[in-house]
């Protein structure tokens, strides 16, 4: 249905920014538009937490944890999702997942959602590491 290759993630030190981005490809039944999308993290012994999200129509959510720092943007033109990540901590330190769920009809109320049961197709993800 699609692929996501994620990329952008390397080591920073705290108070520096970085830009992740997930180009998705082979993409079957559907308009790259149409697509529910969002990022979640996973830190090392922890679950599995959503970050950002963006829905068809642009808009978006974020978790508390990172509202005023994230900010989560498409270009439908190259079937990309970003995650630009300002003012970056040591507890953002975690691989970077992106991930999509086409449309369905009567679903769209869930949506942006950060809850990661509402997807299910998932990159592989790119791993961000902030140091002190």
């Known amino acids: 249905l699609v692929q996501l290759v994620e990329s952008g993630g390397g080591s920073v030190r705290a108070g520096d920014s970085l830009r992740l981005s997930c180009v998705a490809s082979k993409i079957t039944g559907y308009s790259y538009s149409t697509f529910n999308m969002a990022w979640f993290r996973q830190a090392p012994g922890k679950e599995r937490e959503g970050v950002a999200a963006?829905?068809?129509?642009?808009?978006?959510d974020y978790a508390d944890s990172v509202k005023g720092r994230f900010t989560v943007s498409r270009d439908i033109g190259k079937n990309t999702l970003y995650l630009l990540m300002d003012s970056l901590k040591p507890e953002d330190t975690a691989m970077y997942f992106c991930?999509?769920?086409?449309?369905?009809?009567?679903?769209?109320?869930?949506?942006?959602?950060?809850?990661?049961?509402?997807?299910?197709?998932w990159g592989q993800g790119t791993q961000v590491t902030v140091s002190a």
């Open positions: 991930a999509a769920e086409p449309p369905e009809i009567g679903m769209d109320y869930k949506f942006p959602s950060l809850v990661q049961d509402e997807y299910n197709h």
């Open positions: 963006i829905d068809s129509d642009g808009t978006t």
